[in-house]
């Protein structure tokens, strides 16, 4: 796969996402693992943007940085992505390490796959991707 292809960012994307929804569905008893993906889907939905607009790509999992860096570029960048990305942001990194508060619960799995979902049908519209 070609980083510099929009579209391979986006196959990425999906696949990140499908398998959060198929864990979802057949071992919901990974939550972490779950939302992890669903971040992941977000991240790379967004970087399939960053490159479809020949913006400079950074390596970063901060999905509120990729919206400023976009933002320019996609005037329908409200603070309503804003509120999806912070709902899914801690999901990039510490999620994947033990943590005393425990798991995300089934709401936050739900809350995470519907914000993976937002990006990508944001995605697919700048990107003109129908199925």
Known sequence: MNPNNPQHWFIKADRDLGLANL????????????????????EKFLKA???????????T?????????LSSS???????FYDEA???????????????????TPEDVAEAL???VFFRDFAKGVLGISE
């Not at 999992?61 to 860096?69: A, F, K, N, S």
């Not at 996609?74 to 309503?80: K, Q, Y």
Request: proline residues 12%; negative net charge; glycine residues 4%.
């Open 23 to 42: 864990a979802s569905i057949h071992t919901p008893g990974y939550p972490d693992l779950i939302c992890y993906h669903c971040q992941q889907a977000a």
């Open 114 to 116: 519907a914000s993976a």
């Open 61 to 69: 999992h901060d999905l509120e940085q990729l919206l400023d860096i």
């Open 49 to 59: 943007l960053v490159v479809h607009h020949k913006l400079p790509l950074r390596k």
């Open 86 to 104: 912070l709902k899914i942001k801690n999901y990039a990194v510490g999620i994947r390490y033990p943590d005393p508060a425990g798991d995300p």
């Open 74 to 80: 996609e005037p329908s960048i409200d603070p309503s």
